[in-house]
């Protein structure tokens, strides 16, 4: 490490020295609002003593304002999810919102448990193994129309990835509510994942910290920086989305200073030749024993330059050296760049080290590569960070990136068994399989062996009768309850792996995770109905046949690989990390219209959207790890298109959709309008740091802010009031009418209503925009400054002309859109071309025409008559 000092940024240290001195007055400012304002007086006159805590605050730059996230107390302990949101400018508060409690009444408990037992943990939650319990402080929390004293505890699961968010009665040990915290994506269509588990999954790693708050961050002063050491990566650098969208390529020194200001190998007080430093940690988990393992080296130079190729009879693990580092690239590339956009420290971002720039250290991203708990899938825990009666309670994050199989048909299955005897069975031509999303994975030539032993019940629903199938291989038919749940009743009667065969279908389904899918801990594959019947009949004719199962990897792909899923799963992060407390804020427990999934789409298209690409190139989303082309359909229900032809989502289809990735599918489509939209007003640029008056850098300005301002449990309604809210705030609501106009062309007008936040299929959709949007030219949606073209007549009839107010010599390009978004006309012309342009044809109504010159480009409205 260059022991060489260098100085931050004058107006980045100052900045932040501004917000910690706003900090300090904070606190008082809110108390006596809310003393004065009486929102913390209860209806019912009780005595109880009201108050509210501040849980964090965040100086926005682009805001301008002081964002302060409160939570409503009674007796001094908090009300679960009574939050509050305060704006604050100037040392005055502009803006107030709450969801706090106004009748609150105090119910008689028993004697409150310090803790509870991990035997009453595991009984409650249906675990076999707890691999740790964290507690915050208690809450109160309401049930029955009175208030109880409950703890809020973090259970993590041995077996599993899953964390559970839990709510249990202080005295009883009653759960009150509970959430898994696990953000599963499992990328995939639903039909690629029979019986697929729509729990949200997020997982912690580390254990967690108490400190007086700020001791326990890594604050290393600015003045004592280091100069990074160069360092070099091969990898798959952005925008390139994936191995199938253009090559690798060596990037040195790719970090920014202003934001990693010791680079990415150094946390300020450790430097690292591995893939490790401040932002994350890298590395293979192939056991699943969610600890750090293999991470490969840079040496003394930092070069990290390793091999990598693909292919049928490829084993990705192999490449696992490439592999690492591309996932160590792009989880810095995320951090830095949403850094630029507000994902800072004081906004609970992910450091080791927080350069004396306020919030908590100590939660860098630990990044597991080709995770050994599943196929097919990708994770990512957010954690969290909270100061809590002066108390610091924190977790780390953690992603989890997955193999995906290779596309297999009946004359190349993907080899997941073998038959060892009789000489009959071993003769047999493989057939298909299918992986399940739990139990172990069997990596590095691990196999299970046994003979075939037919189940009894035939589907394994009820527990087949205990050491019936001891070190025996369970063959279970798939028909009438969920796969976990079969394997994991195998394996209480002592099987050693299972068979699940369909009965009416020679092809095979991956078998997603269910209810049951913490406790197994067995191997199971799926089979098609000939060799499942085979297997039975043998069996049942006395005959003993001897199997393994195993895994062939050969073809398989990283998903490490793939900046989209990463960009997705880092997604996760900043979503929860930015909305309400910081964490179970989305979950889709407490709100049915869950968005966390869409957003994590968007940032990922808008991170790897190319030079050259325009709205009409559809974009389907994770093709590569699908096994897709590039220009295949990907793995939502639609490609992602302003264009209806392409993708007719509404608000409306998110009353008969399933799950949250179709849910978000729908919040992501809107917000890529959006893009669109921005990008037509003000221009693009493929580099969102490059500009910030680029469309596509305000646009995704304008969504972070939107996260920041939003409410815990948001619906689409809330989602949009509060990016129009922060355009409001951060640009004086300029853009006011762009932004209606691109929400109601997908329903979520005006009137559109969400009904009740936690049912599914009672959203309304509406597609009116405010009256002020339908003057005829509201100035919102036109660029006003800078004018160069005029287009008259307007309105027209039959044709107009777009008339050059400056000297310039480049080519004019000429577009037309109708309020849909649906190009109706382009051209290219020279500058001083009179060429009218025909409406013959046209509905009557109002089109958007895009004039773009050199640099410069304009949009006006125009009226067709």
């Known amino acids: 490490m260059n022991k060489k000092l260098f100085l931050w940024p004058v107006s980045v240290a100052v900045f932040f020295a501004f917000g910690k001195m706003n900090a300090q007055n904070s606190n008082e400012l809110i108390q006596k609002y809310y003393q004065k304002s009486g929102q913390l007086a209860q209806k019912n006159g009780t005595t109880n003593n009201t108050g509210v805590i501040i849980l964090n605050e965040d100086p926005s730059k682009s805001l301008g304002v002081n964002i302060v996230n409160v939570q409503q107390t009674i007796n001094g302990l908090r009300i679960y999810n009574a939050l509050g949101k305060v704006m604050i400018k100037e040392d005055k508060i502009i803006s107030e919102k709450n969801d706090f409690k106004r009748n609150v009444s105090v119910a008689s408990q028993g004697k409150s448990k310090d803790r509870f037992s991990e035997d009453l943990l595991k009984q409650k939650l249906n675990l076999d193994e707890i691999s740790k319990v964290d507690y915050l402080p208690n809450v109160y929390f309401e049930k029955n129309g009175v208030y109880v004293l409950a703890k809020e505890l973090f259970v993590t699961d041995k077996n599993s990835s899953d964390v559970w968010h839990v709510i249990a009665d202080a005295s009883t040990g009653d759960v009150l509510a509970k959430d898994n915290l696990t953000v599963d994506c499992n990328f995939t269509h639903d039909n690629h994942f029979d019986n697929e588990s729509q729990s949200h999954a997020e997982q912690h790693l580390g254990s967690e910290a108490k400190a007086e708050a700020g001791v326990g961050a890594l604050n290393k002063p600015i003045s004592s920086l280091l100069v990074p050491t160069n360092a070099s990566y091969n990898v798959f650098a952005l925008p390139v989305e994936a191995p199938t969208f253009g090559s690798r390529s060596i990037v040195s020194n790719p970090w920014d200073i202003t934001v990693s200001p010791e680079g990415w190998h150094s946390d300020g007080t450790n430097a690292y030749t591995n893939t490790r430093g401040n932002n994350v940690y890298a590395y293979s988990d192939q056991t699943n024993a969610n600890t750090p393992g293999y991470s490969p080296s840079g040496g003394a130079s930092l070069n990290f330059d390793f091999p990598f190729a693909e292919g049928r009879f490829i084993n990705p693990l192999t490449h696992r050296d490439a592999a690492i580092t591309n996932l160590f690239y792009m989880n810095n590339k995320m951090h830095d760049i949403f850094y630029k956009f507000g994902f800072t420290e004081s906004a609970r971002n992910y450091q080791t080290n927080n350069f004396a720039n306020g919030g908590m250290g100590n939660d860098a991203v630990n990044a597991e590569a080709f995770d050994g708990s599943g196929l097919n899938n990708a994770n990512f825990s957010s954690g969290y960070e909270t100061v809590i009666s002066g108390i610091t309670y924190l977790q780390a994050p953690r992603m989890q990136m997955y193999l995906w199989d290779r596309t297999q048909t009946a004359a190349d299955p993907i080899s997941r068994y073998q038959y060892n005897s009789p000489a009959t069975a071993v003769s047999r031509p493989k057939v298909m399989t299918g992986s399940a999303a739990f139990g172990p994975l069997l990596f590095d030539g691990q196999t299970v062996t046994g003979d075939l032993a037919v189940s009894v019940p035939a589907d394994a629903c009820t527990q087949p009768a205990l050491g019936s199938l001891t070190g025996k291989i369970a063959v279970v038919t798939s028909t009438t309850c969920e796969y976990s749940l079969k394997v994991l009743n195998a394996q209480k009667a002592g099987a050693v792996g299972v068979i699940v065969y369909r009965p009416s279908t020679d092809t095979p389904t991956n078998m997603g995770a269910g209810a049951s899918a913490s406790q197994v801990t067995i191997p199971s594959i799926n089979i098609g109905k000939t060799e499942g019947l085979y297997m039975v009949t043998e069996v049942g004719n006395g005959n003993m046949i001897n199997a393994t199962l195993g895994n062939d990897f050969n073809g398989f792909k990283h998903s490490s690989l793939d900046n989209g899923i990463i960009a997705h799963e880092y997604g996760h992060g900043i979503s929860n990390r930015l909305t309400g407390q910081g964490y179970s804020c989305l979950s889709a427990v407490n709100s049915a219209e869950q968005m966390g999934e869409g957003w994590s789409d968007f940032f990922a298209l808008m991170l790897t959207t190319r030079p050259g690409d325009t709205s009409a190139l559809a974009r389907g989303m994770s093709t590569y790890s699908a096994d897709q082309p590039t220009t295949g359909a990907g793995i939502r229900p639609a490609k992602y298109s302003p264009d209806f032809g392409v993708n007719s989502y509404t608000y409306g289809n998110t009353n008969t959709v399933s799950g949250s990735h179709a849910i978000g599918f729908i919040w992501a489509t809107m917000l890529w309008d959006l893009t669109w939209k921005y990008i037509e007003k003000y221009g693009y640029n493929s580099d969102v740091l490059a500009s910030a008056t680029s469309g596509n850098a305000k646009v995704l300005q304008l969504v972070v802010n939107g996260l920041k301002l939003q409410v815990c449990s948001p619906t689409f309604i809330d989602g949009r009031d509060a990016i129009l809210q922060a355009d409001a705030v951060g640009n004086a609501g300029l853009d006011k009418c762009m932004i209606w106009k691109a929400f109601a062309k997908r329903g979520l007008g005006v009137n559109a209503s969400a009904g009740v936040r936690a049912t599914a299929n009672d959203q309304v959709e509406n597609f009116e925009v405010p009256q002020e949007c339908n003057t005829v030219l509201a100035t919102q949606d036109v ?45 290219a012309r020279d500058s001083q071309s009179k060429k009218g342009i025909s409406t013959k044809g046209l509905q009557k109504g109002v089109y958007m025409v895009h004039i773009k010159q050199g640099e410069k480009a304009q949009t006006e409205k125009l009226i067709v008559r």
Request: charge should be negative; proline fraction near 4%; hydrophobic fraction near 35%.
């Open 783 to 827: 660029k006003g400054t800078e004018n160069k073209f005029v287009i008259f007549p307007n309105p027209t009839y039959d044709e107009f002309f777009v008339g050059n107010l400056e000297a310039s010599s480049k080519d004019v390009q000429i577009k037309m859109f109708d309020m849909s978004g649906k190009l109706v006309y382009s051209d």
